[in-house]
């Protein structure tokens, strides 16, 4: 692999005030003294025209093969600095981490700026031609796992879309539950009334195109390989089948809640107390009656969140057992003019457009409405008396029925059916209430999986629409993962991202830690515990390079030498000076951009502190700790994205590893003799901006109470 650039251009921009709050000319003594930089110049507005024009000009006269560019934030002016140049460009962020976040003109903030510039340069030199990994004869063609609507949909799409799609169905024949449906909750306007399935009109449509080919009664066997060359086995008539696809689409949908357990609504024992999936049953057949003694039924009950929201049985609201209540209380009443319907709720959640529909079943004065709390069921020969407390009336109430309908709700289909060769498990991981789901605030439908996608049901409760919606997303995913591996690139959230680890083999002690610890299971191993690397898995997180004990993985331009040589390129001042130095290791995701914003915010906070953004927070190797100790600073600091049920490391996990990581950390501070406080972790928001200044600077006064590092000035 090529080395780093040989010739340098240094740019130093000095508009948007980074000119009136530094020393521009020692700026370029440090690109032309310290490191010969081929071309130091600086100009007002190098985001402007000319400016622009100006470094084009230089690439292509004077033979650079590498600039630097000091102005604002790598995030900003990303398509300007882009230049098309085909040569590597490194910025370094003079603007926001500089100039508005600290004071002008002052000596701290001018060795802020010359450290910034240093570790740009060095970066530049030390980084790799980055060659990316094309898997040979990439597959183009979509698997999609379930054939219920969300199933149905993507296909539909991804063959509009003019991709060969091969939609695979266990059962005998496609539409799911949504064929089992005798009305839809209404999905046009006026959204008023309960409309014909719309899964029919959808099977229709399917069976019109020619690209998409439907495998009915099949298994998947084992999935192997990676994003543009998936090997599928199935099972299908007894017969084994095997094809490559280069990504996936899981849809395997919902089961319904189990009610056993819910012992104060009599499930099971009364034999009139049934669930929502039994009355569309009855409705299918045109037919609600009495399951005791068959006879037609005249007043019903509906029970909503039956068990739903109840940490006890299924803690999560499934968002269409209300409007499936209301739809179904609908069917009752136009069964039977002189029926009578009770919904007893928590909270009605009908989103959106079905608010129509909700409003219109409350003219309806036979539909009786409230706020209450089912305390018990009774059976007075064949009828119930249901007991409420808590209603909105303020009394205990006793309403006698033929019928009482648990809205219960639904739990995601197991994803051990998809039975994937990989090491970390067969099938999809799961996040909270066994959904998967890679990122769920930023990045939905992605899984941990590279190139398997969620959609529906399976990945959250969701209604039909919400199904069709999350179909189309989740298949546009499939197809920007095939196309991104057949030209080397990487999706999110480092979309775009040409280089993959690169491992020296020779020198693994197959500790296996790589394989354990990588979140999108790009690792593989052998039977001995060498890795095997799977390039076109990898979302190029670096914590497998975070983890490697014997520093063997690498990134083109994400190395151990390159962050090893911006740390030493760092100027320390001696303890007599009383400028103490922390470095900062930054996530990109939150992180990063969180001082930005607070530079935006002309929020001030110590200078004294040194920034080298990494793409995880989990991609830290201690070998950084240690040679930032060794060459004098005084403290380390860590900066990642929040962990936990409320927020979310973008790479899955990066953050908690930091956690497990720390006994080793604490292992070298004992082996240096330094103190444990010299280390901190933190996590934030990238909304948290506001608390920069305090967490930089309560930092700062915990090292200046412990005193200098010992080792500066050795």
């Known amino acids: 692999m090529s080395t780093g650039p040989k010739k340098l251009g240094v740019y130093i921009c000095t508009g948007c005030g980074i000119g009136e709050s530094l020393e521009t000319k020692k700026l370029l003594d440090v690109a032309a003294h310290e490191y010969h930089a081929d071309v130091h110049i600086s100009h007002p507005f190098l985001c402007s025209a000319e400016g622009l024009d100006l470094i084009r000009s230089d690439i292509q006269n004077k033979g650079l093969d590498g600039i630097i560019i000091a102005a604002c934030s790598p995030r900003a002016k990303t398509y300007e600095f882009s230049l098309n140049s085909g040569i590597h460009t490194e910025r370094v962020n003079l603007r926001e981490q500089v100039v508005w976040c600290h004071a002008p003109n002052d000596e701290d903030t001018q060795m802020l700026a010359e450290d910034n510039l240093r570790m740009g340069i060095v970066k530049a030199q030390t980084i790799q031609e980055i060659i990316p990994y094309i898997t040979e004869d990439p597959e183009s063609d979509i698997l999609v796992v379930g054939g219920g609507i969300t199933g149905i949909t993507a296909a539909i799409e991804g063959a509009r879309a003019g991709y060969n799609i091969i939609l695979v169905e266990k059962e005998k024949a496609i539409g799911g539950w949504a064929k089992k449906l005798y009305k839809q909750v209404p999905y046009k306007h006026p959204y008023q009334s309960p409309q014909s399935p719309i899964i029919h009109e959808r099977i229709a449509t399917l069976e019109n195109f020619s690209n998409i080919n439907i ?13 543009g060359a998936f090997e599928v086995t199935l099972t299908r008539q007894g017969k084994e089948e095997t094809f490559r696809v280069g990504s996936i689409v899981m849809a395997t949908g919902w089961k319904p809640f189990n009610p056993s357990g819910l012992t104060a ?11 929502n999936v039994e009355m569309e049953e009855m ?8 399951p005791s003694d068959k006879k037609p039924v005249k007043d019903v009950l509906f029970v909503q969140c039956a068990g739903s929201r109840d940490e006890n049985h299924l803690p999560y609201c499934s968002s269409f057992c209300c409007a499936t209540s209301l739809k179904q209380a609908k069917y009752v009443r136009d069964f039977n003019p002189d029926s009578r319907v009770y919904v007893i709720y928590k909270d009605i959640r009908v989103p959106g457009l079905s608010e129509n529909f909700y409003m219109e079943v409350q003219k309806d004065e036979q539909i009786f409405l409230t706020k209450g709390e089912v305390t018990g069921i009774q059976e007075d020969q064949n009828e119930l008396i249901v007991e409420i407390m808590n209603s909105l009336i303020g009394e205990q109430i006793f309403i006698k029925v033929d019928l009482v309908v648990l809205a219960t709700g639904m739990i995601p289909a197991e994803t051990e059916d998809l039975n994937l060769s990989y090491r970390l498990g067969k099938g999809l991981p799961l996040l909270k209430y066994n959904f998967p789901d890679s990122h769920f605030i930023c990045f939905p439908y992605e899984t941990r999986r590279t190139g398997i996608y969620a959609a529906g049901a399976l990945r959250a409760p969701s209604d039909i629409i919400s199904c069709i919606e999350d179909a189309t997303g989740a298949v546009l995913k499939a197809i920007q993962c095939l196309e991104c591996v057949k030209r080397g690139e990487s999706v999110h959230p480092r979309s775009g991202d040409r280089s993959f680890p690169d491992l020296y083999l020779q020198r693994c002690t197959d500790c296996k830690r790589c394989t354990e610890e990588c979140p999108f299971g790009a690792y593989d191993e052998t039977e001995k515990g060498t890795p095997l690397p799977n390039p076109n898995r990898c979302r190029r997180c670096g914590i497998c390079l975070g983890s490697c004990p014997e520093r063997i993985i690498n990134f083109s331009d994400f190395s151990i030498n390159s962050i090893s040589s911006m740390i030493k390129s760092i100027e320390i001042p001696d303890e007599f000076e009383e400028k103490p130095r922390i470095l900062a290791f930054v996530c990109e995701n939150d992180a ?13 906070y110590s200078p004294y502190v040194r920034i080298i953004p990494v793409r995880c927070i989990g991609s830290i190797n201690n070998v950084w700790i240690s040679d930032a100790l060794s060459q004098g600073f005084d403290g380390i600091l860590q900066i990642g994205c929040k962990p936990g049920d409320d927020y979310q490391c973008h790479f899955i996990n990066g953050s908690e590893l930091i956690s497990t990581r720390a006994e080793n950390i604490q292992e070298t501070l004992k082996t240096m003799m330094l103190e444990p406080e010299r280390i901190r972790t933190e996590f934030i928001e990238i909304n948290e901006y506001y608390k920069i200044p305090e967490l930089i600077n309560d930092y700062i006064e915990t090292i200046e109470d412990i005193g200098p590092n010992p080792f500066k000035g050795m």
């Open 265 to 275: 609504f009599g499930y099971g024992k009364l034999k009139n107390v049934i669930t």
């Open 592 to 604: 990063y951009p969180a001082f930005d914003m607070a530079g935006l915010n002309r929020l001030k």
């Open 215 to 227: 495998l009915t009664s099949s298994e998947i066997k084992e999935i192997s390989g990676q994003p």
């Open 283 to 290: 409705a299918v057949r045109e037919n609600i009656l009495r």
